[in-house]
């Protein structure tokens, strides 16, 4: 889990964490003074260090065993880590001390301002997910699941048919696009290009290649926009609609 150094709130987390073996033992000892308490902190792991197929996994182990709260100064202002399931849990339960609403990511990529819900914290945050958790309910999961079922076998029937094909591509790929169509009422070109986007998008974000990442993003708003303007002009049952429900909502 990363926690966003610059975050005031984040700020005195390492003392609600005071009982942790913090920096028992330092990976790297690079030193960065933390802006807020002029303190110096150590450069105890890098996160765009090489890895292979297992290497994040030892990693992994040895900072739960040796550094579970640790700092890096990578990316702009340096971030803290925390690589216990415990430690986790106690930030995330934790709203009275840390938040979500500077920042929620590392590094930062939101640069068209917060994002509801993700961006929020409660109470703004259960307002959002209030609306939405109405369309994750088992009877609208048992209501998608016969079409959900039917694109599956319209994608899987050709390759079967052919008696070979790549499921990665004309399967995997493709079968997210269809449901999602379906959830968000959606032609499925539409969301077929979205996918495609939000794929770009996130392969940018991974190799912290900022103007893609500005670029994309803002092409997904672009479609939103064009979503919510067809929403306004043609409404439909906010009951049916998710984005017809937040648009109806307060």
Not at 190 to 207: D, G, H, P, R, T
Request: charged share 25%; with cysteine; glycine share 4%.
């Amino acid at each position: 889990m990363l926690v966003d150094a610059r975050n005031d709130k984040c700020l005195g987390f390492e003392r609600s964490l005071s009982s942790l073996p913090v920096r028992g033992k330092a990976l790297m000892t690079t030193p960065h003074q933390d802006a807020g308490s002029g303190r110096d902190l150590t450069h105890d792991f890098d996160p765009r260090a090489s890895e292979t197929f297992t290497s994040a996994h030892a990693l992994y182990k040895e900072m739960r065993a040796t550094c579970p709260v640790a700092h890096s100064t990578t990316y702009d202002g340096g971030f803290w880590a925390l690589f216990r399931h415990e430690d986790v849990k106690r930030v995330l339960d934790g709203r009275a001390l840390f938040t979500t609403s500077v920042q929620n990511t590392v590094p930062k990529f939101a640069f068209t301002g917060r994002r509801p819900p993700l961006h929020f914290d409660p109470p703004e945050h259960t307002a959002y997910r209030r609306v939405i958790n109405r369309f994750f309910t088992r009877d609208k999961m048992a209501a998608l699941e016969p079409r959900a079922r039917e694109y599956a076998v319209q994608l899987l029937r050709p390759l079967i048919e052919a008696g070979e094909g790549d499921v990665a591509i004309d399967y995997a790929q493709k079968f997210p696009a269809h449901v999602f169509a379906s959830f968000f009422n959606l032609p499925t070109g539409l969301a077929e290009l979205i996918k495609e986007i939000s794929a770009a998008y996130v392969a940018a974000i991974q190799i912290v290649d900022t103007d893609n990442v500005v670029r994309l993003s803002r092409r997904l708003y672009e479609i939103a926009q064009a979503v919510i303007d067809e929403r306004r002009a043609d409404p439909m049952d906010p009951g049916q609609d998710l984005t017809s429900a937040l648009m109806a909502a307060e």
